[in-house]
């Protein structure tokens, strides 16, 4: 229990340890006073990225190809972004398969999964 305060009282002769409680509005505790908009970071990040503006529910589509053609297009476009536009449209794809974890369905992540490989098709990378 590294990092855990205790203090010490002394009953009888005997010395006890006994953990000290935090206040429910600690710097550690889970409501700190932070107000994040939209609920999670990561979905504000695809939704308002200084990268890519991208078409609204993108990862949402059942066809890789127009998953893919709408990441190019949306990189090619941007004026923003850092890198070139193979690896921008890339990184935000993989960045959303990441974020979404264990909660993405299996079929939804084979699709995006297939995406990579069409998105390297349209760039002419292969």
Same mark, same amino acid.
């Given at each position: 229990?590294?990092?855990?305060?205790?203090?010490?009282?002394?009953?009888?002769?005997?010395?006890?340890?006994?953990?000290?409680?935090?206040?429910?509005?600690?710097?550690?505790? !889970?409501?700190?006073?932070?107000?994040?908009?939209?609920?999670?970071?990561?979905?504000?990040?695809?939704?308002?990225?200084?990268?890519?503006?991208?078409?609204?529910?993108?990862?949402?589509?059942?066809?890789?190809?127009?998953?893919?053609?709408?990441?190019?297009?949306?990189?090619?476009?941007?004026?923003?972004?850092?890198? *070139?536009?193979?690896?921008?449209?890339?990184?935000?794809?993989?960045?959303?398969?990441?974020?979404?974890?264990? *909660?993405?369905?299996?079929?939804?992540?084979?699709?995006?999964?297939?995406? !990579?490989?069409?998105?390297?098709?349209?760039? *002419?990378?292969?």
């Amino acid at each position: 229990m590294a990092g855990r305060k205790t203090a010490t009282r002394k009953t009888a002769g005997k010395s006890t340890q006994k953990p000290t409680t935090r206040k429910a509005g600690s710097a550690r505790g !889970k409501s700190a006073g932070k107000k994040l908009s939209p609920k999670r970071w990561s979905q504000r990040v695809t939704e308002q990225s200084d990268a890519l503006d991208l078409r609204q529910g993108v990862f949402k589509l059942t066809d890789p190809r127009k998953i893919a053609a709408s990441l190019k297009r949306s990189a090619e476009r941007s004026s923003r972004r850092k890198a *070139g536009a193979y690896r921008s449209a890339l990184s935000m794809l993989t960045f959303y398969i990441n974020r979404a974890g264990k *909660g993405l369905p299996k079929t939804q992540r084979e699709r995006l999964e297939r995406t !990579k490989g069409e998105l390297k098709r349209q760039f *002419g990378r292969e």
